[in-house]
């Protein structure tokens, strides 16, 4: 599987070069617990993911584990290697299912820019894209035709953005393929030496061609994936200690937020102070609930025509 290049498909003020759609009034959206994003690329590479991850499930039970000599050799890494599997794989449901930070479509009216209490002088800008004031820090996104908050990037293999509410699980998602691809190249390495000290018809369930081939295949795979999650899962946890996300450090953009501390950031990213919750993917991020920046609601009004809003000065 060929290493992706997280697509950076960002729209974010250049209004001069677009030709957006007509905005139309805001309608109420009905807001859904389950995010999925329709992205046909992005539907196939998730299914690839699962898919890999199952075929090297079938190769370490049944061509290694299971005919193995030792229970105890095949117990022990047989549950750890299903542990790292299910938890990967539960990552990946999370990253792929959790709303990124989604900005609500069609909030750019007048009355929601009244409703913020914006100081004279403040600017807000519109996306063209999606109708909707932009908070800062935020991109828009043309597959999941939304601005999210906090966006790192768009990945294919998780169907999904990275952005604020579900950088947690994509990172554990990284972390878990990483080890348990080095846990597979481990005992396909073992398995080698077993078999060329013994038999090759009694290493193996399968013919010792067949054998031979899964063991080429599940190698190919998992260095793969140990290159690129590794990669990936070192370059997001960079991003989140140095609060600059991938597409701010692709624009360079000069920072214009007060940075938080490399700790402080770990802690948001991951849900509230180090404990056994970081490594977990069923726990949501209790602490990002923050009551002076509340999610934005859909406001009945006309969406106004300006890309870039500036509050009046008042008078003297």
């Given at each position: 599987m060929r290493s992706p290049v997280p697509r950076f498909r960002d729209v974010e003020r250049?209004?001069?070069?677009?030709?957006?759609?007509?905005?139309?009034?805001?309608?109420?959206?009905?807001?859904?617990?389950?995010?999925?994003?329709?992205?046909?690329?992005?539907i196939i590479c998730a299914i690839i993911t699962w898919l890999l991850v199952v075929f090297a499930e079938v190769v370490v039970l049944f061509v290694m584990l299971i005919p193995s000599k030792s229970l105890t050799y095949s117990l022990v890494n047989g549950t750890l290697f299903n542990s790292l599997a299910f938890l990967a794989l539960a990552s990946h449901f999370r990253a792929m299912c959790t709303d990124p930070g989604a900005v609500p479509k069609g909030n750019a009216t007048k009355e929601y820019i009244e409703s913020l209490q914006?100081?004279?002088?403040?600017?807000?800008?519109?996306?063209?894209?999606?109708?909707?004031?932009?908070?800062?820090?935020?991109?828009?996104?043309?597959?999941?035709?939304?601005?999210?908050?906090?966006?790192?990037?768009?990945?294919?293999?998780?169907?999904?953005?990275?952005?604020?509410?579900?950088?947690?699980?994509?990172?554990?998602?990284?972390?878990?393929?990483?080890?348990?691809?080095?846990?597979?190249?481990?005992?396909?390495?073992?398995?080698?030496?077993?078999?060329?000290?013994?038999?090759?018809?009694?290493?193996?369930?399968?013919?010792?061609?067949?054998?031979?081939?899964?063991?080429?295949l599940l190698c190919f795979e998992g260095l793969l994936f140990l290159i690129f999650t590794s990669v990936m899962f070192g370059t997001q946890v960079h991003s989140i200690c140095t609060d600059e996300t991938g597409i701010e450090k692709l624009k360079r953009e000069d920072p214009t937020w007060e940075k938080t501390p490399s700790w402080e950031a770990m802690k948001s990213a991951f849900g509230g102070p180090l404990s056994m919750a970081w490594l977990s993917p069923f726990t949501d991020l209790s602490c990002q609930k923050d009551t002076s920046d509340p999610v934005p609601t859909f406001t009945q009004g006309e969406i106004i025509e300006e890309d870039v809003i500036e509050i009046p000065l008042e008078p003297h």
């Amino acid at each position: 599987m060929r290493s992706p290049v997280p697509r950076f498909r960002d729209v974010e003020r250049q209004a001069s070069g677009l030709q957006p759609t007509q905005c139309l009034p805001p309608c109420h959206e009905r807001q859904n617990n389950m995010w999925f994003i329709r992205d046909a690329c992005g539907i196939i590479c998730a299914i690839i993911t699962w898919l890999l991850v199952v075929f090297a499930e079938v190769v370490v039970l049944f061509v290694m584990l299971i005919p193995s000599k030792s229970l105890t050799y095949s117990l022990v890494n047989g549950t750890l290697f299903n542990s790292l599997a299910f938890l990967a794989l539960a990552s990946h449901f999370r990253a792929m299912c959790t709303d990124p930070g989604a900005v609500p479509k069609g909030n750019a009216t007048k009355e929601y820019i009244e409703s913020l209490q914006l100081k004279p002088g403040q600017v807000v800008y519109k996306c063209p894209k999606c109708c909707s004031i932009k908070p800062d820090r935020a991109h828009h996104c043309s597959v999941c035709k939304r601005c999210i908050r906090k966006m790192d990037h768009h990945c294919p293999w998780v169907n999904n953005c990275v952005g604020e509410n579900n950088q947690k699980y994509f990172v554990l998602f990284t972390m878990y393929i990483f080890l348990i691809s080095l846990h597979s190249l481990v005992m396909v390495v073992f398995h080698f030496l077993y078999c060329f000290e013994d038999d090759w018809t009694k290493c193996s369930t399968f013919s010792p061609p067949a054998t031979v081939i899964l063991l080429i295949l599940l190698c190919f795979e998992g260095l793969l994936f140990l290159i690129f999650t590794s990669v990936m899962f070192g370059t997001q946890v960079h991003s989140i200690c140095t609060d600059e996300t991938g597409i701010e450090k692709l624009k360079r953009e000069d920072p214009t937020w007060e940075k938080t501390p490399s700790w402080e950031a770990m802690k948001s990213a991951f849900g509230g102070p180090l404990s056994m919750a970081w490594l977990s993917p069923f726990t949501d991020l209790s602490c990002q609930k923050d009551t002076s920046d509340p999610v934005p609601t859909f406001t009945q009004g006309e969406i106004i025509e300006e890309d870039v809003i500036e509050i009046p000065l008042e008078p003297h």
